[in-house]
């Protein structure tokens, strides 16, 4: 099989209807502009996550769903094949949590969470969001879709891996509330072999500690649709929603036990 020169793929979240697939596919032209364009692969997924936290359809910044006491708290995380993680928990008032987690990324540290993880933001000079930038907002849960789940990213630029992640969490859920997101190895991760992003309940995804062991099984050169259809069965349609976008050097995967708006561009050498 011959090797891709870059493959990114990005989705919507569990739950996305698939009509949203325009907004999905906008967030990977950007991707791949940035690749073109000589951005780091970390940037790279940065880039396509924003996109998709601007877009209100999505479930993570300006789409965010709020809690329970109203108030809209995220979570995001970005990890590349050189070893660099970045994470950001319980954050609230920045557009584009995605670029706060990268930020993290070029410290000592891989989590900051709430308060501290804002000042750290504000210092870095990320751009704030207000409560009435966001469509859904207000503790009447009845206007915005509460079955969509987390926006992701992942792509390889012909040497490197990175995957990202960026969330509203779960709308009415306890204030505090962290899911898969922040975790590394539970929502994403990135080797040398490829990268993996996840999007559904939160929860769930965490005990299954799912993207490391979907990774494990690229690694030991297991298919991108055979991980797929794998990972996929260790969640139950019913209960659990549950998608994945992955990609090694040579192909990819993405699916869901949802509706998942969700988009894929490669290229070979
Ligand atoms: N998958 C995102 C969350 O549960 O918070």
Same mark, same amino acid.
């Given at each position: *099989? ?22 999905? /596919? ?15 692969? *970390?940037? =790279? ?28 708290? *995220?979570?995001?995380?970005? &990890? ?25 990324? /070029?410290?000592?540290?891989? =989590? ?16 704030? &969001? ?46 505090? /509330? ?30 299954? *500690? ?16 055979? =991980? ?20 090694? /050097? ?9 509706? &998942? ?9």
């Amino acid at each position: *099989m011959s090797e891709k020169k870059y493959i990114l793929l990005t989705h919507g979240g569990a739950g996305s209807k698939n009509e949203y697939q325009d907004g999905a /596919r906008k967030a990977a032209d950007t991707g791949i502009q940035a690749i073109n364009s000589g951005a780091s692969v *970390m940037d =790279v997924v940065c880039q396509a996550v924003a996109v998709l936290e601007n877009d209100s359809r999505f479930n993570a910044g300006v789409g965010s769903h709020p809690r329970a006491d109203g108030s809209v708290e *995220m979570d995001a995380a970005v &990890m590349d094949s050189l070893g660099n993680f970045g994470a950001v928990a319980v954050i609230e008032g920045f557009k584009n949590p995605i670029h706060v987690a990268n930020a993290v990324t /070029r410290t000592q540290y891989k =989590v900051l969470a709430g308060q501290g993880a804002a000042t750290f933001a504000q210092k870095a000079g990320l751009e704030t &969001m207000t409560k009435d930038q966001i469509p859904g907002t207000g503790t009447d849960f009845s206007t915005t879709d509460s079955s969509t789940d987390t926006v992701g990213c992942v792509a390889f630029d012909g040497t490197n891996f990175a995957a990202g992640l960026s969330t509203g969490g779960i709308k009415g859920a306890i204030p505090g /509330r962290v899911g898969d997101v922040p975790l590394i190895g539970c929502g994403l991760y990135a080797g040398t072999a490829g990268a993996v992003a996840a999007t559904g309940d939160g929860e769930t995804i965490a005990m299954h *500690m799912t993207a490391i062991r979907a990774y494990q099984m690229l690694e030991r050169g297991d298919a991108p649709q055979k =991980v797929l259809d794998e990972v996929i069965s260790w969640f139950h349609p019913e209960d659990d929603a549950f998608g994945l976008i992955l990609i090694n /050097r040579n192909g990819y995967a993405g699916g869901c036990n949802r509706s &998942m708006a969700w988009a894929a561009v490669s290229e070979e050498k």
